[in-house]
């Protein structure tokens, strides 16, 4: 009887402090089970470039592309960006170096109007362009590559195009699900800046104090059923 009277003050007090976090988790669990992740993604808002056959015989000489470098390269990629082939040279500090494939000149910074013409060529959804910025910081919304292009639409989805300036690249679509999917994450994970991290030491001890919340239920349920009347 004295254990059982522990237990249930451990359950109850327990409870107390982390129940409105297990709900955060169910409730989170619910929603982002849900939500189809394509959706989430914004894929069905950017229509898909076809990626033309690279003649690589055609290009510039990869050789001497490194030859001229100032850098000392670590890693090269040939690929298709939305402005024709282009070489992705990767530097010992991984940052990238883009290059126009066929005449081995640097990629300059995307210029406002381009942009404009990479976005609207991706779009696939019904609004109108609504507002166009250059953004040089990181923020909850998008954590890739910057300086970057925010590219907004007025449509029912406020569906938002982040554009790379280095090279053109498409890096991210952000709409009103995948808001609500991020909210609901940064809930779920307990990282309440960054929305990144699911293992740091509170996200961990909240889990441990739910798991001795659950474990001490289970023991009051069996008590329950099993005490004698």
């Known amino acids: 009887m004295q254990l059982m009277k522990v237990m249930g003050k451990i359950h109850k007090w327990l409870g107390l402090i982390i129940g409105l976090q297990v709900v955060f988790w169910v409730f989170g669990g619910l929603v982002m089970s849900s939500f ?3 959706q989430v993604h914004g894929d069905h808002l950017r229509n898909e470039i076809q990626s033309k056959k690279l003649n690589v015989s055609a290009f510039y000489p990869i050789v001497e592309l490194v030859t001229q470098c100032d850098f000392e390269v670590k890693g090269i990629v040939i690929e298709d960006g939305f402005f024709g082939p282009q070489y992705r040279l990767t530097d010992m500090q991984n940052k990238l170096h883009f290059y ?3 005449t081995g000149l640097v990629i300059e910074p995307l210029t406002e109007t381009e942009a404009l013409t990479v976005a609207k060529k991706l779009y696939s959804g019904n609004g109108k362009l609504l507002s166009q910025t250059l953004i040089t910081q990181n923020s909850t919304e998008y954590r890739k590559r910057i300086p970057a292009w925010r590219v907004e639409f007025d449509d029912s989805e406020s569906a938002t195009f982040y554009i790379a ?3 053109g690249e498409l ?3 952000r709409n009103s699900m995948w808001r609500i999917f991020d909210f609901v994450w940064m809930l779920h994970i307990m990282d309440y800046q960054q929305r990144t991290d699911f293992n740091s030491w509170l996200l961990i001890i909240a ?5 001795v919340i659950s474990l001490s239920g289970l023991y009051l349920v069996y008590k329950a059923f099993t005490r004698k009347h």
């Open 36 to 38: 189809p992740i394509d």
């Open 100 to 102: 126009h494939a066929k």
């Open 165 to 167: 300036v280095d090279n």
């Open 171 to 173: 890096m991210s679509v």
């Open 207 to 211: 889990a441990a104090l739910a798991l």
